[in-house]
């Protein structure tokens, strides 16, 4: 990916300087993050984003060729001097987060790199873009960053946690996000003002928090736990509960996918990698025969990134049956296309919205 002009570089960088001294004062004015529209089309071409241990971004675009699904490298290069631990995709935009304390920005549509955000101090743990317009970054300092990508202005610096922000998750509607840390708390954010909602005190120090794509539940994953809540219901509606730390929210640890129902039974169980998975996404994908179907994407420490086909891991399931906890069944399927980056994988995005 070639680098933009040089000024266009310096302008990002100055306007975050310049802004850093009233973005920690709340302002005034609400902050306008539209709600997403209707879904976009499946596309039959989809770009898989992967950051990884060495410093290394890969972009791997997955296309049709025929009735097969390929995999080739669209980008290669070191994007930061420390360890990638988040990546985000939205629209033509992709952002980086590293231990390095810095959010890159590129425009996958021209290929060069816009940019670089600096308002954090602490590594940064968790990127989420809300459609194209905006997008939020957390990180080690306890800060969360809402910038919008008109400008990349810094719209606010929400600041509530007492420790690191260890993930965040924008509702479906875009009007509100959860975020949790290592303060044990997770905070409910109102995204119109940029003001804390409420604050709930969690058994331990939260890891990943996710919303379902209706944004009437959302997913709490603690170290070796996952509490599943319903909107406006104080208590857990379902658990899952593990011996080994989970690493993704689509409930998976270890080099396992775990498939559970929102009531907390375990459903199944696939292997989907030789080492630690460290990474899901989803993207809905049109294929050769025009029906369309979600497509699951994983990275594992192990060097490989494959796509998954959902339908092939959980269409033999009978959703009227009653699981028995004493014989999960364990599911076997081929991945629908794989790559070998031969490197130590920590994160995905996969998106199909530049295509």
Not at 258 to 277: F, V, W
Not at 308 to 316: A, E
């Amino acid at each position: 990916m070639a680098p933009k002009e040089e000024h266009r570089r310096k302008r990002v960088k100055v306007d975050q300087k310049k802004a850093k001294k009233t973005a920690t004062e709340p302002k005034t004015a609400d902050i306008d993050i539209p709600a997403l529209g209707e879904t976009a089309p499946a596309k039959d071409t989809f770009l898989i984003t992967a950051g990884t241990y060495e410093r290394i971004l890969y972009g791997i675009e997955a296309r049709f060729v025929g009735k097969l699904l390929t995999l080739s490298p669209r980008f290669i290069f070191p994007a930061h001097i420390g360890c990638i631990k988040a990546v985000s995709a939205g629209g033509r935009f992709l952002a980086s987060g590293s231990t390095d304390e810095i959010v890159k920005l590129y425009d996958l549509k021209k290929r060069v790199e816009l940019g670089s955000l600096h308002e954090h101090k602490g590594s940064i743990t968790s990127l989420q873009f809300h459609g194209h317009t905006h997008l939020l970054t957390a990180s080690d300092d306890g800060a969360i960053c809402i910038f919008r990508s008109k400008d990349w202005e810094p719209l606010k610096v929400l600041k509530a946690h007492k420790a690191a922000v260890t993930d965040i998750a924008i509702h479906p509607s875009g009007k509100l996000a959860l975020s949790v840390s290592l303060d044990r708390s997770m905070i409910l954010w109102n995204l119109l003002t940029g003001q804390k909602a409420s604050r709930t005190r969690t058994p331990q120090a939260g890891e990943l928090v996710e919303w379902s794509k209706s944004g009437a539940m959302y997913a709490i994953a603690y170290a070796t736990e996952i509490q599943i809540y319903r909107v406006g219901q104080p208590d857990a509606v379902a658990m899952v509960t593990s011996r080994q730390r989970i690493t993704s929210i689509l409930f998976v640890r270890d080099k396992r996918m775990h498939i559970y129902s929102t009531a907390g039974d375990e459903l199944a169980t696939a292997q989907l990698h030789d080492n630690r998975i460290k990474g899901l996404s989803a993207v809905e994908v049109t294929f050769p025969d025009e029906s369309v179907h979600t497509v699951i994407t994983s990275v594992s420490s192990d060097g490989y990134i494959k796509a998954w086909k959902l339908d092939d891991l959980v269409g033999v399931l009978d959703p009227k049956s009653k699981p028995d906890p004493k014989k999960v069944p364990e599911l076997t399927a081929e991945p629908l296309a794989k790559y070998n980056a031969d490197v130590r994988l920590t994160c995905v995005a996969a998106s199909n919205d530049i295509y």
